[in-house]
């Protein structure tokens, strides 16, 4: 194969880890990226002894798929994993309260009614939905109650995925979680018969980030030497023609004929450049919503706060009415995130929660976060260190049937030989599930370049054939 018979675009963790993919099979691949960096959102900043997180501050992993990619990449040595003693709190009636992640300690957690409590105990009995579509509301109300949706559920759905659990999916955004309803009639059912048959464990999992942050992932991938990068280059044209995709660039002469085009892009990019080939698939990409964001991180001294800070920060919920979804304690998570002495927090402002948000000033958004801090981890002072990255596209938002969204993407896609989608308003948000997806990718690309190879040569075989018959 060729150079130019495989081009990705767009250099984010989709996109790297599709290359990276095919790199590991023996497949060349040309990356364009129009940004001067790698990543995507993903950047880790060294501010004086501060590590910051631009998105992602960790990759939580429960995939074998993943742990061999890290293996394979030289990064296993590197890792820093979260400590398992660190406990995670939730804001409740104004105060930090511990969150329970093992279901059994969940059901009798102080945090929940003794109705609550029952109906936790008791979900195995609940018979299975008939709906076919619900959203996250709908799904975890029916089976886990209000009291469990808005204390929980909600949080982790605002402060992680920036979404809102009253639009969004249930069946796309908590795919684990139904997926055991529908095999096993109850959540508790099927984590219960998982763990007896030694199947995968759904509610075991690995935190980690690296020595170097993120960022480390991204330089690793991308340095693949298979992987042929270039920068300050956009995708200005594309169209089919010959059995393949025509690609122009804006960076010099760059035009490329190739078999397999990867468009790794936000889908409002993705769309734009889709729309004359095809106006529908340009259509159902371009119509996907996103969410805003700001990542506010503040440094202290650490005498500056009452708090022992011996968990991994804490979520929000809506009914709080605080200025931020979650904030974590990056000091605390990993070491070496702040210098001697200092605590590095981040707070997540806005998402679909509080889009308006995303318009606040710098001013704004420290006075609002560092007055809720002050009432929650007793908080004294202002912050030494402060920086603000943002994102007017943030995370897509799994709203609607998206399933059924999913779907017609799929089938508009089998109309064009050779082109794929691989971003994460595709197969889930995290890093987990852009890396994973990204492997499925590139074994669809090296399956259908092994066809073509097969055919190609049962081709020779048989002109090699009528040719000695003929002599």
Request: charged residues 20%.
């Amino acid at each position: 194969m060729s150079q130019a018979e495989v081009l990705v675009i767009g250099a984010g963790i989709s996109g790297l880890s599709t290359a990276w993919w095919l790199a590991q099979q023996g497949i060349p691949v040309e990356v364009w990226e129009k940004a001067p960096w790698l990543g995507g959102k993903i950047r880790t900043n060294n501010h004086s002894g501060y590590i910051t997180e631009q998105a992602a501050s960790l990759l939580v992993n429960f995939r074998p798929e993943i742990d061999r990619c890290i293996a394979a990449a030289g990064l296993t040595a590197s890792k820093q994993s979260r400590g398992r003693d660190l406990s995670r709190y939730v804001v409740h009636q104004g105060r930090l309260a511990e969150m329970p992640m093992q279901l059994g300690r969940l059901a009798l957690s102080p945090l929940w009614s003794r109705q609550t409590k029952l109906r936790l105990l008791t979900e195995v009995l609940m018979p299975r939905s008939r709906q076919p579509r619900e959203s996250v509301s709908q799904f975890i109300g029916r089976r886990w109650g209000s009291e469990v949706l808005e204390s929980a559920i909600e949080p982790f759905i605002a402060g992680t995925l920036a979404s809102d659990p009253d639009h969004a999916d249930a069946r796309s955004l908590l795919p684990r979680l139904t997926g055991l309803e529908q095999r096993y009639g109850s959540i508790a059912a099927g984590i219960f018969i998982n763990r007896i048959i030694k199947r995968r464990r759904v509610n075991t999992s690995e935190a980690f980030s690296f020595n170097q942050g993120m960022g480390e992932l991204i330089n690793t991938l991308s340095r693949h030497p298979l992987i042929k990068l270039k920068t300050h280059c956009t995708l200005d044209e594309m169209h089919f023609q010959n059995g393949g995709w025509h690609a122009q660039a804006n960076c010099g002469t760059h035009n490329r004929h190739i078999r397999h085009l990867v468009i790794s892009t936000p889908a409002s990019h993705a769309a734009d450049l889709l729309f004359p080939v095809t106006p529908t698939l340009s259509s159902l990409v371009g119509d996907i919503q996103y969410a805003p964001l700001s990542v506010l991180h503040l440094g202290f001294d650490r005498a500056q706060i009452r708090h022992p800070l011996n968990g991994s920060g804490f979520l929000t919920a809506r009914r709080e009415r605080l200025s931020f979804n979650g904030n974590l304690w990056m000091s605390s998570l990993f070491s070496a995130r702040a210098p001697s002495g200092k605590v590095l927090l981040t707070s997540y402002i806005g998402g679909a929660r509080h889009p308006e948000r995303f318009g606040w000033h710098d001013d704004q958004l420290i006075s609002s976060v560092t007055s809720d801090l002050k009432r929650l981890i007793g908080l004294r002072g202002s912050p030494e260190f402060i920086h603000v990255d943002r994102h007017s596209q943030a995370l897509p938002l799994y709203y609607g049937d998206y399933q059924r969204r999913l779907a017609a993407i799929t089938e508009q896609l089998g109309q064009w030989p050779g082109l794929h989608l691989v971003a994460n308003y595709r197969g889930g948000v995290s890093v987990r599930e852009r890396i994973y997806q990204g492997m499925r990718a590139a074994q669809l690309i090296s399956q259908s370049t092994e066809s073509r190879t097969a055919a190609a040569c049962n081709s020779d075989d048989r002109v090699a054939t009528l040719t000695t018959a003929h002599v």
